[in-house]
């Protein structure tokens, strides 16, 4: 198992990129409107075009993944469970907020934080004097200690995939609150081995808890083609329950080898996701001492700045996302959209 990391993009010779790359708000055409989500089967398509890989339970991360693609050598075991195509051509990857293992995705938490205001100036003095990066291991000293403490109790008062967003409190599953909707929920959720705590309506991620009913709903299972019988109940995170265990401690070196092939990559953060904050990401993509061919700036949409952006030789992107949360397409839709569609056509942001 890798560690955590945040969702990312394969592009193969699947599906076809759009026939004009000039616009940053394509149209859709045979996409289905708004309403019920419809699966649509692309029979050639490797990953079906984009392959996600944001669960912590996830085997292989998305970086990852694209190198066994890019290698025709079976060297690991892990990639002899792959049988890939080798009349499929990458084309490059990119991947949002992604957690790499290394301490670095954690620590810089701190120095985010403190410069969002969520932590004191003399809370961050003392944890840079005395935890030397051990806020989040085994603290050495009483001092460490109490800083860890007191910066855990501030950091879970705020939402962390976006610090703006309201925190959500999960609802006892008991608890009705008398509405139609509510009621029918409760039903469903008695037929669920594992229904998921209960969420109110004005949270953000309400519609993940929905998401147990649809994927678990006949109907659905159906539509997907999943045999009566053949897979159990389907659980959107798996906290720790998982057979796995974690053989690669960073994927950093698979950034390097995949970029050092030249495969372009896209590394984007959302500016506001305090779980693996822009400033680690930054840090580490810096670390793969690649020369600026383009230095920071920011990346616009409608005349307005939409993030910041550098680009660096062996077609190396990083980009942030100005509102975006850990998964910043679903906070900044727009705007993610325009920067995949100048990255993958070959565009600067």
């Not at 409190?169 to 037929?191: C, F, H, M, P």
Request: hydrophobic share 30%.
């Amino acid at each position: 198992m890798v560690p955590y990391h945040g969702c990312g993009t394969i592009l193969t010779h699947g599906p076809k990129l759009p026939a004009s790359c000039s616009s940053t708000r394509p149209s859709a055409p045979g996409f289905p409107s708004p309403g019920i989500p419809q699966a649509i089967m692309l029979e050639k398509s490797l990953l079906r075009c984009s392959s996600k890989s944001s669960s912590p339970s996830g085997p292989l991360s998305i970086h990852i993944t694209s190198q066994i693609i890019s290698t025709s050598e079976e060297t690991r075991p892990v990639e002899r469970s792959f049988h890939f195509s080798r009349r499929r051509s990458q084309k490059g990857y990119l991947v949002g907020n992604p957690g790499t293992g290394e301490s670095i995705d954690f620590e810089s938490r701190v120095p985010f934080l403190h410069g969002m205001g969520i932590i004191s100036d003399q809370l961050y003095e003392t944890i840079m004097e005395h935890c030397h990066g051990e806020v989040y291991t085994n603290p050495k000293t009483a001092l460490c200690a109490q800083a860890s403490d007191r910066f855990d109790r501030l950091y879970d008062e705020i939402y962390r995939p976006h610090i703006l967003f309201k925190k959500c409190v999960y609802a006892s599953s008991g608890t009705n609150d008398g509405s139609i909707e509510r009621k029918i929920l409760k039903e469903e959720a008695g037929v669920l081995k594992h229904p998921p705590p209960r969420l109110p309506m004005d949270c953000h991620n309400y519609g993940t808890y929905l998401s147990y009913f649809w994927a678990n709903n006949n109907i659905t299972r159906d539509a997907l083609g999943i045999k009566k019988g053949s897979k159990d109940e389907w659980v959107r995170c798996h906290e720790g329950d998982l057979p796995y265990s974690f053989d690669i401690k960073s994927t950093i070196k698979y950034h390097r080898n995949m970029t050092l092939k030249g495969y372009p990559a896209l590394v984007y953060s959302g500016d506001h996701d305090s779980a693996v904050p822009f400033l680690g990401t930054q840090s580490w993509v810096r670390s793969l001492n690649f020369p600026i061919v383009d230095e920071w700036r920011a990346w616009h949409l409608d005349g307005q700045s939409a993030g910041f952006t550098i680009t660096y030789t062996n077609n190396l992107t990083f980009a942030t996302v100005k509102g975006g949360g850990h998964t910043a397409p679903e906070f900044q839709p727009e705007r993610c959209l325009a920067m995949f569609r100048r990255w993958v056509c070959r565009e600067p942001l």
